[in-house]
């Protein structure tokens, strides 16, 4: 049994030491997470709490994980999709999926000279122009080193979707991009060129 399962089956049985080791570990990445989504820390805040009181109430009657992270951001998406739905937000047009509000932006990581600085602003600028579903599934597969069957899960899509999405997205991509800028991006997502 792996760690995270090993903490998710504690979680199950009712230790709190497991609650705070997943609040510990996973929080941060929520939140990360809840920002590409909305732009409204309070409400994502409250849903991720909403969400960790809603596990350890439900908590025995939950299938037992291996991987944590994909279900927490499951769960999360679905409940600002919710709030979305019981807000005045759903109700001006806000589309079916929620919206991927995610500026990427790499810089900090990436440059060290002049030339890397306009292909990192090159890169950036491609991104930012593909479409929400494909930057959702790409932030998750190369941002959060996410398999296509979580990201699936996440968006609540089937893996052949989720799998497109990315291959899709990368192909606007390879199209857009200098060879360079594209360099940057296997580089800074630690992902081997294709």
Known sequence: MTEEALIWKKFKDGSE???????????????????????????????????????????????QLDEIRPYLFTCL??????????????????????????????????IENETEAQQVAQLNHYLNLLPKRQKEAIYLRFFENMANDEIASIMGIKYQTATNLIHDGLSQLRRSLAPESLSLFWLFCGAPGC
């Not at 030491?17 to 609040?23: D, F, M, N, P």
């Not at 999926?97 to 900090?108: A, G, H, N, V, W």
């Open 17 to 63: 030491a497991a609650l705070a080791v997943l609040i510990r570990r996973h929080s941060k990445p929520l939140a990360q997470y809840g920002r590409k989504l909305v732009k409204d820390d309070d409400l994502i805040q409250d849903c991720i709490q909403d969400t960790y009181i809603q596990l350890w109430q439900y908590r025995k009657n939950l299938r």
């Open 77 to 110: 998406r679905r409940k600002i999709i919710h709030s979305f739905r019981s807000q005045s937000h759903y109700a001006l047009g806000l589309e079916e999926d929620t919206p991927f509000l995610t500026e990427f932006s790499i810089e900090d990581r990436l």
